[in-house]
Nanobody
Framework: QVQLVESGGGLVQPGGSLRLSCAAS????????MNWYRQAPGKQRESVAS???????NYADSVRGRFTISRDNTKNTVYLQMNSLKPEDTAAYYC??????????WGQGTQVTVSS
């Protein structure tokens, strides 16, 4: 069992920045894809960004150009740098690790609130 712990959420004004971290209890090198999802109240959980073991990234249209996902295999940590935040980015943000043989792990989430 792999534990994923998100951190870095908080309250920020529109236009501000936050960096989320997802620390894994085991090596993330073996996971094919590391992902960030978010879920706003009353809405479905949606994919925000992903990064493969080879470093290929993908972003939702709503965050492309503002958010950057990265991974540090030496620290077993995935990051989500969020710039130019908007009120509609307010949500709980979750980390997900996907690997072979059905390995699929989620973190508990960290809250991001964008408000003046």
């Amino acid at each position: 069992q792999v534990q994923l712990v998100e951190s870095g959420g908080g309250l920020v004004q529109p236009g501000g920045s936050l960096r989320l971290s997802c620390a894994a209890s085991a090596s993330i090198f073996s996971f094919n894809v590391m992902n960030w999802y978010r879920q706003a109240p009353g809405k479905q959980r949606e994919s925000v960004a992903s990064i493969t073991s080879g470093g290929t990234t993908n972003y939702a249209d709503s965050v492309r150009g503002r958010f950057t996902i990265s991974r540090d295999n030496t620290k077993n940590t995935v990051y989500l740098q969020m710039n130019s935040l908007k009120p509609e980015d307010t949500a709980a943000y979750y980390c997900r690790a996907l690997g072979g043989r059905g390995r699929d792990y989620w973190g508990q989430g960290t809250q991001v609130t964008v408000s003046s």
